[in-house]
């Protein structure tokens, strides 16, 4: 009777009703008018008039019984009459009772609760200001690995909830909703301690998305919202990126199960004994393995050690991975860092040669099930992430906005497919024209009224290298353009390009210094030369020059290679030439370079002509007019150039492409050098276009 008085004490404290389990055959018969013959107590079943009470029940007070005299009497709950609930019974609200459970004062020892408690409605803990729940595993420490508390929850309707904290700062300040304070005591090199482990188990799905975190803000207040703050001292990311792949080599103990574990279609018993061994191995090291399993381990699991080949001769040396599958209980990732592997080699397993070795060993003596695998694949990952400096290591960045390094360091770029902030101005408008150097790199202008003069302001700081490119359509028209006298232009020598009344030019500009000198490289709008050697002008077969000769000045000295023009009558030589695309297609000049041998009277003339041909057209055509140049040797072996020549018109009609047809001959009508003239080459002067 004893047992029974103190297995009701604290339901009557707290207002339930009991279901008892059978105490045998004197308590075989129903009280309180419940079926006969069902043993048990009924609700309502014991009442105070059943009991011998010493005193009068006041208002909130618990029975208690007094040993020392056999009676029970009533006292304050708050006084802690409940200190004990012995029996196998749940605890279990019914009847017309409010489901609800408070406990306002002392607490419960659960240590002597036997079985379950069961609950139909709510509990509800108040706990008093200065007072806190403590789930104490560290007096005696807990070897359990499926959650010291656990919660196991199956939805069964939309937007369910294991547990939800609603927690008010209500203006005091550090107020923290869940807080981990992880000590690693003696944590070694290649273990991992975790706060927090997110397990994603996405076999059976077929879409949709897990979200580990979702951080919303709601409502118009100012408080920031920060989804992570990371202090000094900590990475802020660490990802393992790559791909999970067939296994190269597998076997249980002795039997080859490689095709088994890569083939979704075939699921295979693993470790069905204890002290069975999966070997998995590769080329190549790895560090993680995914494990899907088609029936998890049951019980305690298989408890599995791991370990490394670690000398090429048999030898194995023991790690902690990250195990994600507990023991093969979860569909998982084991996962381990090479670095940690100290003298991780390739090794020989059941005739397989040359791999890197993982071998993991069922301890567990005893379980009610032991695991299936659906697969088991391999990865060797990439470290990516942000550590505590704030670098960030990443394959690539997806970028749908304005990436602003704020005047900082890209380094160690490859660029593909880029492109660059086109500064539009439009029409100039004349006068005064500002180039702000940071709206886009490339500008362009049309100048259509007047003078343009430009500035050009915001470049980046001066120990920087900067360049943008100016792009003016008809430069030159209405005035021209001016540009700022911090431009030194190093194209044709240093003289600012002209540019064109009617087209478009493009102009460069670079400065190392923060605007205070700019190199400007414009337009080639100067003159260029093209050099003739006598060796390429070929006598005419009429009247021709004398061919191709070398004199010797001293012996090993530069001899003269020379076409030889004669005194007596004019001599002709030509050559063709095709003029690069950047020849305006206009007027030529020329300079002759010549020497001499001995004579008393040294004036020469020389004429030059020319003459286009396209594509397809006859050759057989006239020269254009020839212009005479003067000049006066004097001196044996001695080199002579003469003046640049007046403009030549090309016979034909120039164009891009065409063969340019010279001719050279020596005009004796207006000379009075004696000797032969010795043509050691002619330089033809040409204009090329602003734009090329």
Known sequence: MSRLLSSILLPLALGLSLAFPALGPALGQTMGGGTVGVRGLTTDAVLEQHLKAVDSAADEECLTYEDTVG?????????????????????????????????????????????????????????PAAENI??????????????????????????????ELEVDAASFASTHAVRADLHATALAPGEVMIGYHVSADTSTSTGGMIEAVRVDKAGAGTAEVHALHIDPGVDVIHQESGTFGALESAWENAVEVTSELNDTGTDLTLFSSNSDILYIGDAAAFNALEVNLDTVAGGAGIKPTFEFSNDGGGGWDTFTPVDGTDGFRETAIIEWAIADLTNWQTDTVNGVANKFWIRITRTQPSIPQDPIEDTIQGSKTVERGWDEDGDIDVRQILASGTANLQDNILQRANLLDYGEITNAIGDTGGGAQDIDLELGNVVTATQTVAQTTYTFSNPTASDEGFSF???????????????????????????????????????SFITTDGGTIWYGYGPVTGTRSLWIPALEWTPTVTDGATALASTETTATRPDIKHLGFAAAADDFAQAAVAFPTAWDNGTVTFKAYWAHAGGSTFTIDLGLQCVTVTDGETMDVAYGTAVIVEDTGGTGEDLYITPESAAITCGGTPADGELTEFQIYRDVSGDDLDVDLDLIGVKILYTVDANT
């Open 134 to 163: 403590t789930i104490d595993s560290r007096t005696a420490p807990s070897t359990h690995t499926q959650g010291i508390m656990r919660y196991e929850h199956t939805a069964a309707a939309v937007n369910t909830r294991v547990i």
């Open 71 to 127: 009676d029970f009497e009533w006292q304050s709950c708050i006084s802690g009459a409940v200190t004990s609930v012995i029996g196998t019974a749940p605890i279990a609200s019914s009847g017309g009772i409010t489901p609800a459970i408070s406990i306002t004062a002392d607490g419960i020892d659960f240590t002597e609760i036997a079985d379950d408690m069961t609950l139909d409605g709510n509990l509800m803990i108040e706990v």
């Open 469 to 507: 490119t100016l792009i003016i359509k008809n430069g030159a028209s209405n005035g021209g353009t001016v540009f700022p006298g911090s431009v030194t232009f190093v194209t044709d020598g240093g003289v600012t390009p002209t540019l064109q009344t009617s087209g478009t030019d493009i102009l």
